[in-house]
């Protein structure tokens, strides 16, 4: 199967390039275009100390043991720990500017904004280096900074091995996020999550497909129907996507990862929540069944 491949290139032959104690296999087939995103598989892909997946620095990454932040700190903190894949949600003011945060009401709760959502880009900034972590369940207190859009670009100039996954959590926000950077020269840095087939679609005709990422969270992935031929035929037309993404539990159903290995030829990512994603052993026994990369924090 041609998704087997792409396991075991992106996974056990970049491993064995970074890690001791292997020869020297062959170096992985990206598609030509994807390959130019962030360099080579090796150069973009941080691998579990198990060897099997890409490791994907969820919402940037975790710091002093907090997830979520989208942060600053977070960022280049995943950066320093060999990140090259990192994902970042976004979010637009009232007055249509672009941050890093999951959602306004949850930025809200962190920074003490008492307003109307979404807020106004001066509140925002007013308030940008004052998202709190409260060091519940034992991690640590510390607040952070919210970056804007253009404080993203920036810190990819500086460090051009990066990629960075994008979340708006919406097939129209994506379009427009798209449209605002598609003139900027650290476009091709980015790689655009998109929420259904529809917004695949519509979304090519803007991007090269290996800037595009299909994740499957907001579909019904959870019934037993799910991810059936015709859905994953559909998908299979665009074999250039970067990812094709869907959540842990489904990702650990043995029935629709073989029905999903026997027709894409995509890399297939996964998440979950951190009690659960950032399990090393999990890594391994997921990618028995063809993940090939993970959101971990």
Not at 69 to 91: C, H, P, Q, Y
Not at 244 to 249: A, S
Request: proline share 5%; aromatic share 8%; net charge negative.
């Amino acid at each position: 199967m041609r998704r087997q491949g792409w396991m075991r290139s992106l996974g056990l032959a970049v491993v064995c390039t970074l890690l001791a104690g292997c020869g020297s296999p062959a170096s992985p087939q990206l598609p030509a275009a994807a390959a130019g995103i962030a360099g080579t598989a090796q150069q973009r892909a941080m691998t579990s100390a198990q060897g099997c997946c890409t490791l994907i620095a969820h919402a940037g990454g975790s710091v002093d043991g907090n997830p979520y932040t989208n942060s600053r700190e977070a960022l280049l903190l995943s950066i320093e720990s060999g990140f090259r894949v990192i994902e970042l949600d976004f979010s637009r003011t009232a007055d249509d500017a672009w941050f890093t945060t999951h959602d306004w009401k949850y930025w809200a709760q962190r920074t003490g904004y008492q307003g109307d959502l979404p807020p106004p880009t001066r509140e925002v900034q007013a308030r940008k280096s004052g998202f709190a972590s409260s060091g519940e369940e034992m991690t640590l207190a510390g607040t952070y900074t919210t970056m804007s859009l253009d404080e993203v670009v920036e810190l990819l100039v500086a460090h051009p091995q990066v990629t960075v996954v994008t979340d708006t959590k919406d097939d129209q926000a994506t379009l427009a996020l798209i449209e605002r950077l598609q003139d900027d020269p650290a476009f091709m840095r980015f790689v655009f999550q998109v929420y259904s087939l529809q917004g695949l679609q519509h979304a090519v005709r803007q991007v090269p497909e290996h800037q595009l990422s299909l994740t499957t969270y907001q579909m019904d992935w959870f019934s037993a129907q799910a991810y059936d031929p015709e859905f994953l035929a559909a998908v299979n037309a665009y074999p250039q996507l970067y990812s094709f993404t869907l959540p842990l539990r489904a990702a650990a159903d043995a029935a629709k990862m073989q029905r999903i290995g026997s027709i894409l030829s995509v890399p297939v990512w996964t998440h979950g929540p951190p009690s659960r994603i950032n399990s090393r052993n999990l890594h391994t026994q997921l990618a028995r069944l063809g993940v090939n990369g993970l959101f971990v924090d």
